[in-house]
């Protein structure tokens, strides 16, 4: 079965420091991944998805994410972040194609320390 | 993209009793998820409803308790019912209007049983 982790459960970054939050996956052929921002008291919002293609996506808020095939990675990035990144972010990969069926991480809870 | 709204945002319900969750859609969506998210944790699929068929339940969850409505191509809604203190969550629904694996999520609401 398709997995998905996040080995950081708590990063705290300075505000304008770069970030990278890290994702594994499991899976034999081309994952579908993403990457979600949940903000307190929000609901999940997309940041960026990476199907086949340019193995760099770029996404919204400045984010960006490599998928390494040789690493099985799907790193998150952003060069300087702001205050307002503060947030719970999840990596997901689709599970069951047929079913749109997709599995979440455990999460990585992100800190902006002024 | 879709935009979704979830009603009620929040209750405080006595065990034993149930509360029947609203999700609405601002477009016709065929595929339409309801996860679970405890305090702290990740997102666990309940089950997939799609219009006009029976919902798919994931292991670990009975449509005795979770049941699921899909009268139309808009709206779903999930009830809790016989609630315990174990069932305080966020619920959230999410579609997949294109197909295409990409989910759009609602504010979820958040339940605390008492």
């Known amino acids: 079965a398709q997995s998905v982790t996040q080995p950081d459960i708590h990063i705290t970054v300075s505000e304008g420091a770069s970030l990278e939050l890290r994702c594994n996956y499991s899976y034999g052929a081309t994952p579908y991944l993403f990457w979600y921002v949940q903000s307190p008291g929000q609901g999940l919002q997309l940041l960026l998805k990476y199907f086949s293609g340019d193995t760099l996506v770029q996404g919204i808020k400045g984010f960006e994410a490599e998928f390494k095939r040789s690493q099985s990675s799907f790193n998150l990035r952003k060069p300087s972040v702001h205050w307002s990144d503060a947030a719970e972010y999840f990596c997901a990969v689709v599970e069951d194609s047929s079913a749109s069926k997709i599995i979440f991480g455990s999460g990585t809870r992100l800190s902006i320390r002024p | 993209s879709a935009v979704i709204s979830q009603k009620p945002s929040r209750d405080i319900c006595q065990r034993g009793t149930s509360l029947t969750i609203q999700c609405q859609v601002d477009?016709?969506?065929?595929?339409m998820f309801w996860y679970r998210q405890q305090p702290g944790q990740s997102l666990t699929l309940i089950a997939t409803?799609?219009?006009?068929?029976?919902?798919?339940?994931e292991s670990g969850f009975v449509i005795d308790k979770f049941p699921i409505s899909r009268p139309n191509l808009t709206f779903s809604t999930l009830t809790v019912s016989n609630m315990s203190p174990e069932d305080s969550s966020i619920y959230l629904c999410?579609?997949?209007?294109?197909?295409?694996?990409?989910?759009?999520f609602g504010p979820g609401t958040r339940l605390t049983v008492t």
């Open positions: 999410s579609v997949d209007p294109e197909g295409s694996y990409e989910q759009y």
């Open positions: 409803a799609n219009q006009g068929s029976e919902a798919t339940y």
């Open positions: 477009s016709q969506v065929t595929m």
